[in-house]
């Protein structure tokens, strides 16, 4: 099955930096990328998410790279604010197929 | 739109108790999902429904867990008996029926076995 690796675990940064996080998938069969923050306490909610025939979508400060060939796929946060401050998911899905398989998280802090 | 909704938002029992919990999806979604989030971990995938029938319950532990979904709406799972390493928030999720397709979470219940 699918396994998800995401890094770093946790990430703190200045604001007005920028933030990477970046995730490995094992199946080659998975074309479905999404993004998902989960503030404390809260629930997870949908930031930005791939589909693999593309390499890079951007949406506002937020953009998300996929490289199919290497299998991996990067979230990237410009121009950080202390508001970005949560816990940041990757999953992957195959195609056809719902199920998300979701990495471990990365905590992420923006420091004013 | 109403977004999921789940209850009871937290539940304190002893290992070897019962426990249920119940989740009304966004309406006209089609599937839903259950998932376990254990601190420090990402969510993971125990059950998935296709209206009311079964589509993915691969991680469901089937000797304590058990979930339905009559009617296809609202869905309910079940632990009996519990055990300690079930505590964790457990989450429910729905999207429209559509591959690939966003995944809107509820609020999760936080569940503690003493």
């Known amino acids: 099955g699918e396994n998800v690796e995401q890094h770093p675990s946790t990430l703190s940064v200045q604001e007005g930096d920028s933030a990477v996080i970046k995730c490995t998938y094992s199946d080659s069969a998975s074309n479905y990328f999404p993004w998902y923050k989960q503030e404390l306490g809260k629930r997870p909610q949908l930031i930005i998410d791939?589909?693999?025939?593309?390499g890079e979508k951007k949406d506002q400060r937020i953009a998300v790279t996929l490289n199919k060939t290497a299998k991996h796929f990067s979230l990237h946060i410009t121009e950080t604010q202390p508001e970005d401050s949560a816990v940041y998911f990757c999953?992957?899905?195959?195609?056809?197929?719902?199920?998300?398989?979701f990495g471990k998280g990365t905590k992420l802090t923006v420091n004013p | 739109e109403a977004g999921v909704a789940q209850s009871p938002r937290y539940k304190i029992i002893e290992k070897r108790q019962s426990v249920a919990f119940w989740c009304n999806p966004i309406?006209?979604?089609?599937?839903l999902y259950w998932y376990q989030q254990i601190l420090g971990q990402g969510p993971k995938l125990l059950i998935q429904f296709q209206n009311n029938g079964v589509v993915d319950d691969s991680q469901l532990p089937k000797d304590r867990f058990s979930a339905e979904r009559l009617k296809g709406v609202d869905s309910t799972l079940k632990i009996q008996p519990a055990k300690l390493e079930d505590s964790a928030v457990y989450l429910c999720?729905?999207?429209?029926?559509?591959?690939?397709?966003?995944?809107?979470f509820g609020p999760g219940t936080r569940l503690t076995v003493l």
């Open positions: 309406s006209g979604h089609a599937t």
């Open positions: 999720a729905s999207s429209q029926f559509r591959s690939n397709n966003e995944q809107f």
């Open positions: 999953a992957a899905a195959q195609g056809g197929s719902e199920k998300l398989v």
């Open positions: 791939i589909r693999s025939n593309v």
